[in-house]
């Protein structure tokens, strides 16, 4: 079955100036839908209405906004059945890989099978690590922290996207800098201290792309440019000004114009 969609501008559905059509890519006479594209008027139109929603936006409070999220995510979880197959028709991928797209199913496997790498390198997990049953049906992973561990083991030296923390001992601030700097992976580090001299000596000389100094390393600004080193980092920055450079391209030309006529 296709379908025929509209574009969603400033809380209005509108018919495109023309319209494309969308095929499965690994079965070329399955017609996905014929799809508006919007006119140059219409995209302008959709620019200033995302301007003005964003000022609305973010003057919502933290309590409103995940409300909103939470019932946006809610829905696609509702409907995973709706849009795995969707997701597989429209990209050609088993149905399987479709609803991951959705749930993120494989994304619990890995992150469990973290637990168990932990364990078996010798690192005590002293809390959470385990999958959580729920009334209704989902992905939930409690929280767990790992103790004892060193910075040799690969719960330590890979990047996780787990709800995992590995707690390394260290027995001098001079440890402690050099543990940090010891990985391929530097997005952000912190430190908590009541020391100005050893605050500003960390911040000069940790090698990530953030710093905090007695604050979370989990939070950032948008207006102010976001990434890391090594391989936690690929090209500019993220956010801020710097950002625009990830989609421009530099170009430089030499041009004799001749003597003026």
């Not at 992976?185 to 912190?190: A, D, E, Q, V, Y």
């Amino acid at each position: 079955m296709s379908i025929h969609t509209q574009n969603y501008i400033a809380g209005e559905w509108c018919a495109g100036a023309s319209t494309i059509e969308n095929r499965n890519p690994s079965d070329t006479s399955d017609l996905i839908g014929m799809f508006a594209q919007a006119s140059s008027d219409q995209l302008e139109n959709a620019l200033d209405a995302a301007a003005k929603a964003q000022i609305e936006w973010a003057g919502y409070g933290m309590e409103r906004k995940q409300a909103v999220l939470t019932r946006i995510g809610n829905e696609m979880i509702a409907r995973a059945e709706e849009l795995g197959h969707l997701l597989s028709r429209e990209e050609g991928k088993p149905l399987a890989e479709g609803k991951g797209e959705v749930f993120r199913a494989g994304q619990l496997n890995e992150n469990l099978a973290y637990v168990d790498l932990g364990k078996s390198e010798g690192a005590e997990l002293a809390c959470g690590g385990t999958r959580l049953d729920r009334e209704t049906e989902g992905y939930f992973m409690s929280p767990g922290v790992f103790l004892g561990t060193s910075n040799q083991m690969r719960i330590n030296r890979e990047e996780m996207f787990a709800p995992l923390t590995a707690v390394i001992k260290v027995d001098s601030y001079e440890e402690a800098l050099s543990t940090v700097n010891d990985t391929h992976f530097s997005l952000t580090s912190g430190i908590v201290t009541q020391s100005l001299a050893r605050a500003t000596h960390f911040r000069r000389n940790a090698r990530t792309g953030v710093v905090t100094v007695n604050l979370p390393t989990a939070d950032t600004d948008y207006h102010v440019p976001f990434g890391g080193r090594g391989d936690s980092s690929y090209g500019p920055r993220e956010q801020g000004k710097t950002a625009s450079e990830f989609y421009t391209s530099v170009k430089t030309a030499y041009i004799s114009a001749g003597a003026p006529a």
